[in-house]
């Protein structure tokens, strides 16, 4: 056998194994469901926050934009990176973070926690956790979000 063949086999060989190595765990933890009720230590918002409804009304209108900063619009980076395209907390930068991102397709968990705490932590972020402060997002635009996040458990 040529020496080039060789290489290039060789090559090939450890790009193989490369794949194989990173992407095999990635596909077994995956599969992995989180805890439904899941735990949550979460900092409860100022009451007066914390009482607060959500002022809009789910119309398409308001859903599709909630939708579209959910999957891809939000800054600085999108939701579902880590909350999951489906919202079920499993996205793909979601496996380095203790606490897990929350699931919102988990009714026991993310029904009993009023909009007021919701529309705060995503305005201010969880500190100590990887839910960031999404300073760039309007109120108006937080709503939005939260009308689509709560449909994601129904
Ligand atoms: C970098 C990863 C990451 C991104 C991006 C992210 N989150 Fe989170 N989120 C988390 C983690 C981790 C938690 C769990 C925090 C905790 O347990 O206190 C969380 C928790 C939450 C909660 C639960 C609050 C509560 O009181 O239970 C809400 C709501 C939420 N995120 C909404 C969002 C929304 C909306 C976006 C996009 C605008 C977003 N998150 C983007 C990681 C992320």
């Known amino acids: 056998m040529n020496r080039n063949l ?64 959910y999957l891809t619009k939000a800054k600085p980076m999108p939701c579902k990176l880590c909350h999951g395209a489906s919202g079920d907390g499993r996205g793909p930068m979601a ?20 909009e007021g705490q919701l529309f705060w932590i995503i305005k201010n972020g969880s500190p100590g956790t990887g839910m960031l402060a999404f300073k760039g997002l309007k109120d108006e635009q937080i709503w939005q979000i939260l009308l689509y996040v709560r449909q994601l458990a129904q």
């Open 6 to 69: 060789l290489q290039k086999r060789t090559l090939w060989f450890t790009v193989v194994l490369i794949i194989l190595i990173g992407v095999w765990p990635g596909l077994v933890l995956a599969k992995e469901p989180l805890q439904c009720p899941q735990p949550r230590f979460t900092k409860q918002a100022p009451d007066e926050i914390y009482n607060l409804e959500n002022p809009l009304e789910p119309t398409p209108e308001n859903l599709k934009k909630g939708k579209l900063l």
């Open 95 to 114: 496996r380095g973070f203790d606490p897990p991102p929350r699931d919102f397709t988990c009714s026991e968990t993310i029904n009993g926690v009023p």
